[in-house]
């Protein structure tokens, strides 16, 4: 991470409010700032406003309160070509086969045909669907599917990737899988991340920082810089202790966002 990145983060986002008009604010005064090329992850419990958080990143929800926000250095917008977006079901267009899908958000940005269809074979090589490029969602299992939008994601070489849950709905061992897949796919790429989570294991083993938001109205609690060196293997992360320290000081910490709003 160099100076020049954490002068201009990628994400800048300082003493944001925001409300969609009920009795209680949705997010209370979050401060979070996130360097060019790290991973970061929110957690914290439902309800808390995480989607909403990178739904502003986003431009996809306005900002109306106070406090500011920047995204790449610019005011957020919807269509950002320096944003991508990947949520929790795939999203995939049914009639489109594993390429077309892979190419479709570069065809939204005007990309041209042979370009991008190189660009989404390539990245389908990259996640290992080589031999499925012509199947559609519908021939492909579900982690299949989630690689596909992976390789959609990367494709569009975004300084910014949000992604909200993006592993949530997978069963335990192809999470694990795709989880071993984003950690090689972000030391290949080394672009900025900001992925939200309610697995705090997983949040441990991707990210540089995992912030920690407390139930409504969210506000961020703790943030734990995760110093595990990098390349990561999920395999060899379940034998380290230290992994094991920092899941239950997130866990404590998540504790203390309960704790405190119970009160
Ligand atoms: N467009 C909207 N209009 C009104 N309220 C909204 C809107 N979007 C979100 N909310 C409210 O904002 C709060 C935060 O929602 P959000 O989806 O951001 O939570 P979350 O932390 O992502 O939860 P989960 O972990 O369940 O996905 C919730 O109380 C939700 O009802
Ligand atoms: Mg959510």
Not at 42 to 64: D, E, Q, R, Y
Not at 182 to 190: E, G, M, N, T
Request: proline share 5%; net charge negative.
């Amino acid at each position: 991470m160099s100076d020049t990145s954490v002068n201009n983060p990628a994400v800048a986002v300082d003493g944001l409010h925001l409300s969609f008009g009920g009795p209680e604010p949705v997010l209370s005064d979050v401060s979070l700032h996130v360097a060019e090329g790290e991973f970061v992850s929110l957690v914290g419990p439902s309800g808390c406003g995480k989607t909403t958080l990178l739904n502003l990143c986003a431009g996809l929800v306005p900002h109306t309160g106070k406090g500011t926000i920047r995204v790449v250095g610019e005011a957020p917008s919807e269509g950002n070509a320096k944003v991508a977006y990947m949520l929790a079901r795939d999203s995939l267009l049914p009639w489109r086969t594993a390429l077309e899908n892979a190419a479709f958000g570069l065809e939204v940005r005007g990309v041209s045909a042979s370009e991008r269809l190189a660009r989404a074979k390539a990245m389908l090589a990259e996640v290992g669907l080589a031999a499925y490029e012509n199947n559609l969602p519908k021939a492909l299992s579900h982690g299949m599917r989630q690689r596909t939008a992976l390789a959609r994601t990367f494709a569009m070489d975004a300084s910014l990737l949000l992604m909200d849950e993006p592993f949530g709905a997978l069963d335990a061992q192809t999470k694990l899988q795709l989880e071993d897949l984003l950690l090689r796919l972000c030391d290949q790429h080394r672009q900025t991340v900001l992925f939200v989570t309610h697995d705090l294991a997983e949040a441990v083993a991707l990210s540089d920082r995992v912030v920690v938001m407390s139930s409504r109205p969210g506000q961020i609690v703790a943030d734990v810089p995760i110093d595990l060196p990098r390349p990561r293997s999920i395999r060899e992360l379940q034998k380290d202790p230290h992994f094991h320290e920092l899941y239950t000081q997130l866990w404590t910490h998540l504790e203390s966002g309960w704790v405190r709003h119970e009160g």
